[in-house]
């Protein structure tokens, strides 16, 4: 079975940055479309990010686009998210997520029923 493990949240002022790491462990093909959601306070869980099988390609939410970065290292089994110019309304839970079957090379999965690993969640807090 897949264990996916976030690190990399804190607290952090408006306009600086951040960088979440997901590691996941046990048997898995790192190749696999993994992504990032967050779910703020009283508010349902949302799409980041997202990386297709082999890392072939990306697609972000509009309101991450171009300040959010998503990458992976697949020697070392690790999802990352690189957060510059964050802002207040980033704050939330960032989970991290992988879709343990073959989708397609450049398939990028965009909703939460299509990934059936998560993480338990790293908070990500933005003060203004």
């Known amino acids: 079975q897949v264990q996916l493990v976030e690190s990399g949240g804190g607290l952090v002022q408006a306009g600086g940055s951040l960088r979440l790491s997901c590691a996941a462990s046990?048997?898995?093909?790192?190749?696999?479309?993994m992504a990032w959601f967050r779910q703020a306070p009283e508010k349902e869980r949302k799409f980041v990010a997202a990386i297709s099988w082999g890392g072939s390609s990306t697609d972000y939410a509009d309101s991450v686009k171009g300040r959010f970065t998503i990458s992976r290292d697949n020697a070392k089994k690790t999802l990352h998210l690189q957060m510059n110019s964050l802002k207040s309304e980033d704050t939330a839970v960032y989970y991290c997520a992988v879709q343990t079957y073959y989708s397609g090379r450049y398939y990028v999965p965009l909703l939460e029923n299509e990934y059936d690993i998560w993480g338990q969640g790293t908070q990500v807090t933005v003060s203004s």
């Open positions: 046990g048997r898995t093909n790192v190749d696999f479309a």
